[in-house]
């Protein structure tokens, strides 16, 4: 028996990489054990800030899906769906809209922060002030008692909960209140030690083949205090030594951690080291893309199926709704 529905989606901006991998992908595999769970691509929100430029969006759609399987993700398990095929989204939406006060989104830190930092690209419009509204709906369309989400989309969860109170207190008791599930954040970083994202292009992807790893493995900076190969090393500020604690087997973690410490070996070694387990950890995620590359016509299949599931779910709650509002 499954304790409770859970949901959670990303906007389909590129291929994953190993920051979506540990920061989000290995606990929606985990928590699909335990709960009904819902994984969806907003390409909507995505079109919010790409909106000049849209053409990632659909390319990258079945590129992440195959990413969702290869890690682990099963649709026989869990339910995937495109949020644009699923057209009550945006009704749920447009109502939400009527009721949602103004000065909600507008102290949204998210939104105020990604203003500052998208400016390039033009965000000051009326989807993206909106962006939380929409979110609202995709999680409380499926009724979802938790959302699992990295700190940054925590306010959006938070405000979620506030328009489900809103709904029920002006209506009737139709939503229940989501959990905000915090993922714990990854201490795994890009290649420059800041965050592993595409746009800052120090990301090392799922798809990566052997020699991108080694060559990205090797640009990677380490202890930027150790110069030499004779100065001793703290592993525990080094990006490299995180990854060894994922991707090597414990007994070499332990050696490794002395031996850098004591200056027993040198960064350059250190890094062909991890990169092999690195290698070696993400083959059979690379493998089952393959298998799955040769048969798209099953992705198809799959995400018609769980477009179908989720369309059938969204339309009972828009007749509640609608009931509810006496529209
Ligand atoms: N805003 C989320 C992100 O950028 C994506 C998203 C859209 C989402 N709707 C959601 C996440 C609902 C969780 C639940 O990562
Ligand atoms: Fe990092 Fe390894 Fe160099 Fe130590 S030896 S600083 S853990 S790369």
């Excluded at 909507?44 to 759609?61: C, F, K, Q, V």
């Excluded at 083949?209 to 640009?219: F, H, L, N, P, W």
Aim: glycine share 6%.
């Amino acid at each position: 028996m499954k304790k409770g529905t859970i949901l959670s989606g990303m906007r389909p901006t590129g291929k994953m990489h190993l920051g979506h991998l540990h920061g989000a992908l290995l606990n929606w595999k985990h928590l699909q054990e335990q709960y009904r769970c819902f994984y969806f691509i907003a390409d909507w929100h995505a079109l919010t800030s790409e909106y000049a430029h849209p053409d990632i969006i659909r390319e990258s759609r079945y590129d992440i899906i195959i990413d969702w399987i290869s890690v682990g993700l099963d649709p026989e398990v869990s339910t995937f769906f495109i949020q644009s095929e699923i057209k009550e989204h945006a009704e749920l939406y447009l109502i939400f809209s009527m009721f949602t006060p103004l000065p909600w989104l507008e102290r949204n830190p998210t939104y105020k922060e990604q203003l500052t930092e998208l400016s390039q690209k033009n965000v000051y419009t009326y989807g993206f002030l909106g962006y939380p509204v929409l979110q609202a709906a995709d999680i409380l369309m499926y009724k979802a008692n938790g959302v699992p989400v990295g700190e940054d989309q925590a306010p959006h969860v938070e405000l979620t909960r506030e328009i489900a109170r809103r709904f029920n207190h002006l209506y009737s008791d139709v939503f229940p209140v989501p959990e905000v599930l915090l993922t714990p954040t990854s201490k795994i970083l890009g290649m420059d030690r800041r965050k592993m994202s595409k746009s800052y292009g120090n990301a090392i992807f799922l798809t990566d083949t052997d020699e991108e790893i080694d060559a990205k493995v090797s640009q990677m900076i380490t202890d930027p205090q150790r110069a030499r190969k004779t100065d001793p090393g703290d592993p525990d500020i080094c990006n490299v030594f995180s990854f060894h604690e994922i991707y090597s087997r414990p007994e070499s973690v332990d050696t490794i951690r002395n031996d850098c410490r004591a200056a027993g070996i040198g960064c350059v070694e250190c890094k062909r080291l991890m990169a092999a387990g690195l290698k070696q950890g993400l083959e059979p995620i690379r493998a089952k893309r393959r298998e799955l590359e040769s048969d798209i016509g099953k992705v198809k299949d799959i995400m018609e199926e769980g477009n179908k599931k989720s369309r059938t779910i969204a339309r009972n709650t828009m007749e509640e709704v609608r009931d509810a509002v006496k529209i």
